[in-house]
C-alpha cells in the first residue's frame, strides 16, 4: 500500500501488451502504472484531475493489441483517456450522462476480436456500449 513507483492505493484492473508489459489501474494513486514482462516497475502516467491525460480513480484499462497498441483507460471522470504505451495522452471522449455517446462511470473495457471496443458500464446499472471510430 502507498504512492511510490510500484506500491498501489485500491488497484482497480490490469492489462497487458503485446510485448508482455502489464499496466495496472492505480485507482486511489490516480495513474496508470506499467511494469516490464519481468514485473520490474517501467513508469507511470496520469495525475488526479480532469483535464487531458489526467484521471480522477481508473478503473477499467484495454489495449488495443491487433492495431495500434493504444492503451484506453476509464475512470471516475465519465469518460476514456487514450495513450501510447509509454504514456502520452491521445485523446479522451465521452462525458457524463445517459445518451449514446455518455457515460456514467464507465467501469471495465474489453476489444472484440474485430476491433470494437465494448463498455459493459457502471455497476449502478448495466448499458452496454460498442465504440468504434
Do not use: M
Request: net charge negative.
Amino acid at each position: 500500500y502507498g504512492s511510490a513507483n510500484g506500491q498501489f492505493d485500491l488497484p482497480h484492473n490490469i492489462a497487458i501488451d503485446s510485448q508482455g508489459s502489464l499496466y495496472v489501474a492505480d485507482g486511489h494513486n490516480h495513474r496508470i502504472q506499467k511494469f516490464s514482462p519481468d514485473e520490474k516497475f517501467v513508469g507511470q502516467f496520469g495525475t488526479k484531475g480532469s483535464g487531458p491525460g489526467q484521471l480522477d480513480r481508473p478503473i477499467g484499462i484495454t489495449i488495443d493489441t491487433g492495431a495500434t497498441g493504444l492503451v484506453y483507460v476509464s475512470d471516475c471522470n465519465h469518460c476514456i483517456s487514450v495513450f501510447t504505451s509509454d504514456g502520452v495522452f491521445v485523446s479522451k471522449f465521452g462525458s457524463e450522462g445517459r445518451n449514446i455517446d455518455q457515460f456514467n462511470y464507465p467501469y471495465d473495457l474489453k476489444f472484440d476480436k474485430d476491433g470494437f471496443l465494448y463498455d459493459p458500464e457502471d455497476k449502478h446499472g448495466w448499458r452496454p456500449h460498442c465504440i468504434s471510430w
